[in-house]
């Protein structure tokens, strides 16, 4: 019986972290908003920076108006806020020439779902969606240079990815008003969501300039992702140093006390989302003042700042960085920078989940269907445990064999559970049954089940992968619900090949839970039921197999 209330315990607490997880997206919002930081001062003139805070407007105000507290430019009287279009191979990128930031990124090869193929949009500049990145040039003395607002002239209002082009270069100039001229330019690469940022300062002042490159992500906290309800994932800030690898910042985190205020070498930050991430990373080697604050309307800012650099009169300072705006897919992450990898967040057992991953792409590459992927990685898995599990499913087959012995030693002493357990163990030592036989093998499976139940609930290659028939997105949940009754039909069908437990109570539970996981699994990403329907058939037949062998007398 110890088997029956294993599994039992495992089902109901796979429940609670289903309703928990729900319950935690539901009511993750953050703590209402303070009065927006004030912009500190650098009084020492040494290498310490802090955030260049000059657009005090929230996301919904005129950003083109003059009252709302711009530095003044040289060409503000007289030059337009355009916006500019980008059009790579897999980008679609708006950059206003207000402090040339990225306002909106549509990703063209992951349309909004199967039935509308519109373009995703992951940055918007919508005041219910706010999601931009900022790249901008801030100097010491706030009346010399540009700053995050600063109006930047283009020569045109389109560019485009040439077919036969590898790359695409976007300069931006601004020029104040006392020799001082900024240089930015947006490089886009052909099949890369990795784009260059730089920007030159031209010093024709008379006098040393001291500038820093400001980078940051702006993002309302209180826009969904598209995720089901029944299913969590994080979204929000992440932080790599070298010290700590992976450090998921909450949007709460961001804007208290404890706020991100520290310098780091070899780092980068981002903000993620299911599937999807934006995320600057500096040049290897450099030191940078990284950053986070809450402002108006529920938005929060998590950025970073270069120190203070000399650009002496008559000479060009340069500053880089990239952002990587689109998908978390895992190889292109990897390439792009040291762990950035790991914003596809397996959680707790990426040790097991990566290398399951690396065999489904693998499979994927051969077979050219990630539904038929995952029933052979389900299958190899099952095959690996093999063992395991026909020592479980043997135990529980002898325990099958001998319930009505069982059930008439509970009937015989009643609520003399001393001399109940007595006899239980006599009838155990008899038949040579291991009561715990059953269990061991469950729990050492238990971490590779949950380990490849992150792997299809993270990947983004799932997101609309076609299967087969109805189901033509493995990432939604199924239509027509076929997979979620075949799933509690084939738990039922579990459960009759296991002894049914002795304790009433126990007897409606386990009956029940047939029923509350179909209606569970109903939400669930079809490529998950799938997984979950493909192990239970293999394991009613294993199960079977052994059962029949053992009542026959095959077996001792």
């Known amino acids: 019986m110890e088997t029956q209330r294993l599994i039992q315990f495992f089902a109901l607490g796979l429940l609670l972290l289903l309703i928990w997880g729900a319950w935690e997206r ?45 530095r003044p430019d040289a060409a503000d009287e007289d030059t337009e806020v355009r916006d ?35 373009p995703l949009r992951l940055m918007s500049d919508e005041p219910s969606r706010l999601f931009i990145a900022r790249a901008g040039i801030v100097t010491q003395n706030a009346a010399q240079g540009p700053g995050s607002r600063g109006i930047y002239k283009v020569d045109q209002d389109s560019f485009s990815l040439e ?17 001082l001229r900024v240089t930015k330019r947006y ?19 008379g006098d040393e300039v001291r500038a820093s490159q400001q980078t940051y992500l702006r993002r309302s906290a209180d826009h969904g992702d598209g995720t089901s309800w029944f299913i969590y994932t994080f979204t929000g800030g992440v932080l790599h140093t070298p010290d700590d690898r992976y450090t998921k910042l909450s949007f709460s985190d961001m804007g208290g006390s404890d706020r991100l205020d520290e310098n780091v070498r070899d780092g980068w930050l981002a903000m993620i989302q299911h599937y999807f991430i934006g995320a600057w990373i500096p040049p290897e080697g450099e030191e ?48 792009a920078a040291d762990a950035l990898d790991l914003t596809v967040d397996y959680g707790w057992l990426t040790i097991i989940s990566r290398p399951l991953f690396i065999v489904l792409e693998w499979i994927h ?9 995952i029933i052979i990685v389900t299958l190899l898995i099952k095959l690996v445990f093999y063992k395991l599990s026909e020592t479980s499913f043997r135990s529980m087959a002898r325990m099958r064999k ?16 001393q001399a109940m357990n007595q006899a239980m163990m006599k009838l155990y030592k008899e038949e040579k049954i291991n009561p715990l036989g059953g269990c061991l093998p469950i729990l050492v499976q238990i971490p590779v089940f949950i380990a490849l139940y992150w792997v299809l609930l993270e990947s983004v290659e799932l997101r609309h992968a076609d299967f087969m028939l109805w189901i033509n997105d493995l990432s939604s949940p199924d239509p027509f619900f076929v997979l979620p009754l075949l799933m509690g039909v084939s738990m039922f069908v579990q459960q009759k090949l296991n002894p049914a437990p002795l304790d009433p109570i126990q007897q409606r539970i386990m009956m029940a839970l047939p029923f509350v996981f179909t209606i569970f699994f109903a939400f669930f990403p079809a490529g998950l039921v799938l997984y979950w329907v493909v192990n239970n058939v293999l394991s009613i037949a294993q199960q079977w197999f052994i059962t029949r062998r053992i009542e026959k007398g095959e077996e001792k």
């Not at 490089?187 to 002042?205: G, K, M, P, Q, W």
């Not at 069982?406 to 009937?411: D, F, L, Q, R, V």
């Open 288 to 335: 940078r003042r990284y950053w986070s604050q809450e402002r108006d309307n529920n938005v929060y800012d998590l950025g970073m700042n270069t120190f203070w650099r000399g650009v002496a009169d008559g000479e060009i300072g340069e500053f880089s960085t990239q952002l990587y705006v689109g998908p978390k897919e895992y190889r292109r992450l990897a390439a």
């Open 187 to 205: 490089t886009f690469h052909r099949d890369s969501y990795l784009i260059d940022v730089e920007h030159e300062v031209e010093n024709a002042t």
């Open 365 to 373: 590459s051969i077979v050219g269907n990630w539904g038929v992927a």
């Open 84 to 118: 500019v279009r980008i059009t790579t191979d897999l980008l679609d990128v708006v950059i206003s020439t207000r402090g040339g930031e990225l306002r909106r990124v549509d990703l063209l090869d992951y349309p909004v779902s199967t039935d509308d193929q519109t």
């Open 163 to 179: 077919d036969d082009a590898d790359s695409l270069t976007v300069p931006l100039v601004w020029e104040g008003a006392d020799g």
């Open 26 to 70: 539901e009511h993750r919002a953050p703590p209402p908003t303070e009065e927006e930081v004030a912009e500190e001062q650098d009084e020492t003139g040494d290498e310490q920076f802090v955030p260049d805070d000059l657009d005090a407007e929230g996301p919904d105000r005129d950003t083109t108006t003059k009252e709302d507290g711009v």
């Open 402 to 417: 001998v319930h009505p012995r069982m059930k008439a030693i509970k009937e015989r002493y009643g609520d003399d559970r």
